[in-house]
């Protein structure tokens, strides 16, 4: 079994900045990759970032590519989402998901195990 708990979300203005944390429980977060979603209200989950097991990879969505980065630390079984440069579209509620692959993988489908979210709100 494993447990996400995210952190690090909050209120921030438009350019400001913001590092969100998923901490895991599970013995297999060192080989999974992980990756964060998104949800504003009223829209569909999207995708945002990934990473994979070893760190050697990751996946941007476009609308994050160049102000958004993902690391990870295995020894603390921790991955971290530095976000920069925030815009009002970048609110919503931030999901950390740990993969059924080792890869950075982009699709829900290939998670199976996610966190309760942490609410990002970016005010204009």
């Known amino acids: 079994q494993v447990q996400l708990v995210e952190s690090g979300g909050g209120l921030v203005q438009t350019g400001g900045s913001l590092r969100l944390s998923c901490a895991s429980s599970?013995?297999?977060?060192?080989?999974?990759?992980v990756g964060w979603f998104r949800q504003a209200p009223g829209k569909e989950r999207e995708f945002v970032a990934a990473i994979s097991a070893s760190a050697t990879a990751t996946q941007y969505a476009q609308s994050v590519k160049g102000r958004f980065t993902l690391s990870r630390d295995n020894t603390k079984n921790t991955v971290y989402l530095q976000m920069n440069s925030l815009k009002p579209e970048d609110t919503a509620v931030y999901y950390c998901?740990?993969?059924?692959?080792?890869?950075?993988?982009?699709?829900?489908?290939?998670?199976?195990?996610w966190g309760q979210g942490t609410q990002v709100t970016v005010s204009s």
């Open positions: 599970g013995r297999t977060f060192s080989s999974s990759g």
């Open positions: 998901a740990v993969s059924y692959r080792w890869t950075a993988a982009t699709m829900i489908h290939e998670y199976g195990y």
